[in-house]
């Protein structure tokens, strides 16, 4: 009988710890997105974050791992260097808002503000959950990494906020290479 509960204890806690583990993994995606933001982007790779500007937690501590990121892709020059765009979710915001924004934390960055009808289809292609009530914003705060293979970008990770780091996404980046 006790070893029967000690078994299912230790099941319990190995379940409990990959339930909590689980937003810390990156979430492997193999979904093919167009939008006009990636029109532009000669590169091979991208990084998308969707936030907003008057964000003061996930959004500036994402793209402050995003700076890194460009930093430390510098000192490792077999790593490619990504386009980094910063997409603004805030229905109140303007295109000139977010590219200011994207630019305080590196001038690479994009900075690019999608319009309800945008953000709509930018919803569906990236799996976003994002409600806004005035001021009030809630989204996931994922960053996700694009490839482009064969004229056709593809989504190849979506990392969440818990999980992102600059060391991880220089990694997948010299894996993608």
Known sequence: MLLRN???LTVLAVLVGIIF??????????NAVSHEMLNDIDRRHAIV?????????VCPTSLAVLRKVLALQKTKPDTPTPAVIFVDID?????RLA??????FDERFIGYHANEQELAKLSQLFGLNISQKGEQINHRGRTYL???RNGR??????????GLTADGLINEL???S
């Open 49 to 57: 974050f969707f936030g907003f500007t008057g964000c003061k937690d």
């Open 153 to 162: 970008w593809w989504v190849d990770y979506a990392i969440n906020p818990q």
């Open 6 to 8: 000690l078994l299912g």
């Open 21 to 30: 583990s689980i937003p810390l993994l990156p979430m492997q995606s193999q």
């Open 99 to 104: 590219e200011r924004y994207a630019k305080q």
């Open 146 to 148: 694009l490839e482009k």
């Open 174 to 176: 010299r894996q993608e």
């Open 91 to 95: 229905a109140n915001s303007n295109q």
